[in-house]
């Protein structure tokens, strides 16, 4: 039983003992205050009564009239007079008349009164003895009303009392309520801070349970700084500080083989011309300062495009990775326009030739890099701060305009979508849940999600993609009754509509909501942390999950990262390449699944390509494997 419903129970209690007893010490006392009276009048009136028959001739006729009379008043119950032997010689006798009170009143308070005596004289003989009882009907209906008057007070009074006592359990609740979702949040390793109740012994309480969320918070924090120092260390170019060849490439390739709106983009590639010839002109200590300023200025352009990578692929090349970015000419013109800045600090002595190039799911690495690589020598060639775009065949575009793309996608959308399946399996081979990425008709085939989200997301359609994913895994999950991941977009997040639409939904299946995996972006934590936290707690509340999705060792720089409430996290498959031999990249994943346990979270590793590198990624303590090199079999189960 809660506190709360103990307080209550308790005040209930003292209520009902303080009405019952006040009003049986009201009807006690009443009681005893009417048989008093009672008594005095019966000896009163039998005195009087004996007093004028002692002064009257003893004729019987004119007694029996005069107690006839008396007792015809309605006053008495019973009027008795008996000689000096005890013989009856006038009895006068009525019931009791009572309709108005109820009959286990009476019994419960039956006046006990003893009848009024007195004798009557016969000049100095005594002629007999008078005996006389009043009337009780009257005192059982007065009373009765003063019960009825007394109870509907103490009732008036009682629900004043609930009333207030409502009042005092509600400012008790609320802090014992903060106190018990702290409680929760520690519980489910969200170090939460609470504010400090004015309760003295809750204060207290709320007091050490900061303390503790505060260390766990530094703890974490340090961890997640000597984690960021450890990828840095290993995977970024010392002069520059950005991202080393293989990691880039790593990158690069996990991008090509996504099934995410990350899955198309740009490809861009800067070069310093004539790096030797300037590294002899200018020093080695200002042609590196030139090379951090170059990759300063390209961080600064990526950043301000979105989320984009770039890296250092050789010592005078490096390149740039704009995810869901499509607009050759316009990121062209605004990188020539840093690198002529640049040029111009410079005297123009330093040539910065480039080359631009989209990219889409299934392209070869290979393929992609050396018809870049060729447009950049030609630009080089050129001279100056020439750049090159290299344009796609036609036959690889599905639609030229915007408008044509949205016709498309409505007609695919109203056609319905079709799920993919992905297993993510644990150390067992048992299947964790399964991926559902979305599949959409478009001329006749069912093309891939990195093929059209980022005409989805710029279109701002993707909040009735999601839904349309939602309802169709939910139709999966009640058919086959297997727990599922749906990719939700970052753009839904601030979707009032959808969000209440997607909460509505799963309200309505309520009883398949522990099946139900919800995946987004990493960026979506690190750009609407408010808005993920609020749907996270929302989707904790119904029984489903909720994780990150493409997570970089950065995942430790989320703000409030421990009182999200996530449930598992999916490493970005370029952590996972070659990863049974590359001992740099087993301590930063190792390093990362450890801080992953710490607050409660799955780790997951993505684009995972054989047996033999899930075991090792099992090795490093990561909790599950997906990607090309998964298989799964019914029988696993």
């Given at each position: ?8 129970l ?12 006040s ?13 008093q ?9 039998a005195?009087a009564?004996?007093l ?8 019987p006729?004119?007694l ?10 309605g ?5 008795e ?12 006798t ?5 309709d ?9 308070i ?11 004289q016969?000049?100095?003989?005594q002629?007999?003895?008078l005996?006389?009882e ?5 005192a059982?209906r007065s ?31 609320r ?11 520690i ?8 504010n400090?109740?004015?309760?003295r012994?809750l204060?207290?309480v709320?007091?050490?349970m ?11 924090g340090e961890e ?16 520059t500080d950005t ?19 990350d899955a ?8 310093v011309?004539?790096l ?10 200002a042609?590196d300062?030139?090379?951090s300023?170059?990759a300063?200025?390209m961080e ?18 490096f390149g740039i990775i704009?995810p ?13 326009q ?5 040029g111009a ?12 190039r ?5 392209e ?5 890099l050396?018809s ?8 080089e060639?050129r001279?100056?701060?020439?750049q090159?775009?290299?344009d796609?065949?036609?036959?690889s ?5 915007h ?21 993510v399996?644990d ?13 959409l ?19 701002a ?6 839904l ?14 297997k727990a ?26 309520q009883e398949i909501a ?26 904790l ?11 970089g ?8 990262l421990?009182?999200?409430g ?14 049974e ?14 801080l ?23 090795e490093l303590?990561?909790d599950?494997v997906t ?10 189960e």
């Amino acid at each position: 039983m809660s506190l709360i419903k103990q307080l209550w129970l308790t005040i209930a209690t003292l209520l009902v003992l303080a009405f019952v007893g006040s009003l049986l010490i009201g009807v006690s006392s009443s009681r005893h205050y009417i048989e008093q009276e009672i008594r005095i009048k019966n000896s009163d009136n039998a005195n009087a009564l004996a007093l004028s028959m002692s002064q009257m001739e003893k004729d019987p006729v004119i007694l029996e009239l005069l107690l006839a009379a008396q007792f015809d008043t309605g006053h008495y119950q019973r009027i008795e007079l008996r000689d000096p032997e005890g013989n009856v010689i006038e009895q006068r006798t009525a019931s009791e008349h009572i309709d108005d009170v109820p009959g286990w009143f009476v019994e419960l308070i039956r006046f006990d009164v003893a009848p009024g005596r007195a004798v009557v004289q016969d000049g100095w003989q005594q002629y007999g003895t008078l005996e006389l009882e009043s009337q009780h009907s009257y005192a059982y209906r007065s009373l009765w009303r003063s019960t009825l008057g007394l109870a509907g007070w103490f009732a008036v009074a009682g629900v004043i009392s609930l009333a207030l006592a409502s009042w005092i359990v509600s400012t008790i609740r609320r802090p014992l309520r903060n106190v018990v979702h702290q409680a929760q949040a520690i519980g489910q390793r969200r170090f939460m801070v609470a504010n400090e109740p004015r309760t003295r012994e809750l204060r207290e309480v709320v007091q050490a349970m900061n303390k503790l969320s505060e260390a766990v918070r530094q703890m974490l924090g340090e961890e997640s700084d000597k984690l960021e120092q450890l990828r840095r260390r290993m995977q970024h170019d010392p002069v520059t500080d950005t991202l080393a060849r293989e990691p880039f490439l790593d990158q690069l390739q996990a991008h090509l083989k996504s099934e995410k709106d990350d899955a198309s983009g740009t490809l861009a590639m800067v070069r310093v011309a004539r790096l030797a010839e300037l590294n002899q002109q200018l020093g080695h200590a200002a042609t590196d300062a030139l090379l951090s300023h170059l990759a300063r200025r390209m961080e600064g352009l990526a950043r301000s495009y979105g989320m984009g990578t770039v890296g250092r692929l050789n010592g005078s090349d490096f390149g740039i990775i704009l995810p869901r970015h499509h607009e050759l000419e316009a990121f062209g013109q605004a990188l020539r326009q840093q690198l002529e800045a640049l040029g111009a600090d410079h005297d123009d002595r330093v040539a910065l030739p480039s080359a631009l190039r989209s990219y889409s799911q299934g392209e070869g690495r290979g393929e992609l890099l050396a018809s870049l690589d060729g447009a950049l020598a030609a630009a080089e060639t050129r001279g100056g701060h020439s750049q090159e775009l290299v344009d796609l065949p036609a036959s690889s575009v599905l639609y030229t305009r915007h408008d044509e793309w949205r016709e498309a996608l409505i007609e695919a959308l109203d056609q319905g979508v079709y799920l993919a399946h992905y297993p993510v399996l644990d150390a067992s081979g048992t299947l964790i849940h399964r991926e559902v990425p979305s599949r959409l008709r478009l001329k006749g085939e069912w093309r891939p999600a990195g093929i059209f989200l980022p005409w989805i997301s710029r279109l701002a359609m993707a909040p009735t993609l999601d839904l349309a994913v939602v309802s169709a895994a939910l139709e999966e999950v009640e058919a086959s009754g297997k727990a599922v991941a749906v990719n939700l977009s970052s753009d839904s997040l601030n979707d009032g509509h959808f969000v209440g639409e997607l909460l509505s939904r799963i309200q309505a299946h309520q009883e398949i909501a522990p099946l139900l995996w919800f995946e987004l972006p990493q960026s979506a934590a690190m750009q609407q942390p408010q808005a993920l936290k609020t749907l996270c707690h929302a989707l904790l509340g119904l029984g489903c999950r909720v994780g990150l999705e493409h997570v970089g060792t950065g995942f430790g720089k989320i703000a409030d990262l421990q009182d999200l409430g996530l449930s598992f996290m999916k490493i970005d498959g370029a952590l996972s390449q070659g990863i049974e031999s590359r001992s740099d990249q087993q301590s930063l994943l190792r390093g990362m699944a450890t801080l992953a346990h710490s607050l409660g979270i799955m780790a997951i590793a993505e684009g995972v390509e054989s047996q033999t590198a899930a075991n090792t990624l099992f090795e490093l303590g990561l909790d599950g494997v997906t990607g090309p090199g998964i298989r799964y079999r019914e029988g696993n189960e």
